[in-house]
């Protein structure tokens, strides 16, 4: 087992906290992301404060993730970077989809169901084949999935999402079903609402969700990227081995409360 972890969305949000949260904890990094613009420049200077934390052991690529292309040519890369032992995490913390709703003036597009669905929950169990057939996944591996309440309540343009996480929980349960025996674990983490740049995307209304948010949860805020990185780099100690197949709520307790 080495000590490098595998994010894909690594520059923001869920995947960027988690990423500097486990270069803290002593872990290399090697992370995907697939920005523009400003957003291209948060991705360096995360990079830049990853590698003053770990000492230079990170190595991110702004490139779709989610293309098998990708997946075919980077893994050799990270088989040179592990010294071709295992990765003790691969995390899918991608958000890339189409937020349409199903019926109305510009319904959702075959295209934009299978784009959305492929990139928010097939490319995970992709990336797990692959990385598996290389033995990059061995004894103590974890391969995490981040999903969101909308796995099962309705909500305004979050259809095609929603559709994509109902289909990643059930990669994740398969895959920590088939791969138990060779002591790898699959896991979701539920994470609340939180505010992220992919929350922004969903809807315009979304400072009245946070708010909405703060009011319904038990712990009165919502949730921060640093709670899903905590939550993650507890699944990575020897005392998470047994956790599988399993959807770990890291929300306040949000996905008990009523509804907004
Ligand atoms: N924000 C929330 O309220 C919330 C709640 C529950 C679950 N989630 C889930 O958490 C995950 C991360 O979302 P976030 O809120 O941190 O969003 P974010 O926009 O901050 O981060 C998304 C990341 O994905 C990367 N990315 C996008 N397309 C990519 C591609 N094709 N290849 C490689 N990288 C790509 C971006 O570069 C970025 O690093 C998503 O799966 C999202 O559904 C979010």
């Not at 894909?8 to 523009?36: M, N, P, Q, V, W």
């Not at 990765?87 to 899918?92: G, R, Y």
């Not at 057939?133 to 061995?138: N, V």
């Not at 969700?209 to 038990?218: A, H, L």
Request: with cysteine; charged share 20%; proline share 3%.
């Amino acid at each position: 087992m080495s000590d490098w972890v595998l994010i894909l969305g690594c520059s923001t949000g869920h995947g960027g906290a988690t990423a500097e949260r486990l270069a803290k904890d002593g872990y290399g990094i090697i992370g995907f992301h697939f920005d523009r613009g400003d957003v291209k420049k948060e991705a360096e200077s995360l990079k830049q404060k990853i590698s003053n934390i770990n000492n230079g052991k990170v190595h991110f690529w702004n490139i779709n993730a989610a293309a098998i292309k990708t997946m075919d040519e980077y893994i050799p890369k990270i088989a040179e970077i592990t010294g071709g032992d295992s990765v003790k995490l691969l995390l899918h913390s991608i958000a890339f989809g189409t937020t349409t709703n199903f019926f109305s003036d510009k319904p959702v597009t075959q295209k934009q169901m299978d784009m959305t669905v492929h990139v928010m929950g097939n490319s995970l169990l992709y990336w797990t084949q692959k990385l598996f057939d290389e033995d990059l996944l061995g004894e103590g591996s974890r391969v995490v999935g981040l999903t969101s309440e909308g796995n099962y309540v309705a909500m305004d343009g979050y259809g095609p999402v929603s559709v994509a996480k109902v289909a990643m929980e059930a990669i994740i349960r398969q895959i920590g079903w088939e791969l138990g025996k060779h002591g790898i674990t699959a896991n979701a983490v539920q994470a609340g609402v939180t505010p992220t740049r992919a929350l922004t995307k969903i809807t315009d209304n979304w400072e009245e969700w946070v708010e909405k948010t703060k009011r319904r949860n038990p712990m009165q805020r919502t949730t921060m990227p640093e709670d899903i990185a905590n939550t993650i780099s507890l699944l990575l100690r020897p005392e998470a081995d047994f956790i599988n197949c399993s959807i770990i709520y890291c929300d306040g307790g949000e996905h008990r409360s009523g509804s907004f």
